[in-house]
């Protein structure tokens, strides 16, 4: 399973962006896919995730207000979209997927397969 994502770049605080994660290669093997975000200086945290085939997404509860993620199956994508955008939010955004279905926030040490990261900044 290869997932990359792309779509970050450089916002203003209140703006908006929308990331791609696509997903190659053995899909079947894959329950849940997720959002993480790491910012300089931080560890690791989960932003949201959805499961592969069926369900909703879960949220970290500081971003559920502002952030969704969605999934077109039919193209391998999983989508997080961001609104409001914050300072805070400035980090290095990348998908992963986990063999297991889960309920609830996919965590952080879930990540069998994680793809490339890609950059979102936040200017103030």
């Known amino acids: 399973v290869q997932l990359q994502a792309s779509g970050g770049g450089l916002v203003q605080a209140g703006g908006s962006l929308r990331l791609s994660c696509a997903v190659s290669g053995g899909t079947f093997r894959i329950g849940t896919v997720g959002w993480f975000r790491q910012a300089p200086g931080k560890e690791r945290e989960p932003v949201a995730s959805i499961p592969w085939s069926g369900g909703i997404g879960s949220y970290v509860d500081s971003m559920k207000d502002r952030f969704t993620i969605s999934r077109d199956n039919a193209k391998r994508l999983v989508y997080l979209q961001m609104h409001s955008l914050k300072p805070e939010d400035t980090a290095l955004y990348y998908c992963?997927?986990?063999?297991?279905?889960?309920?609830?926030?996919?965590?952080?040490?879930?990540?069998?397969?994680r793809g490339q990261g890609t950059q979102v900044t936040v200017s103030s």
């Open positions: 992963a997927a986990s063999p297991r279905r889960r309920v609830g926030v996919m965590p952080s040490s879930d990540d069998d397969y």
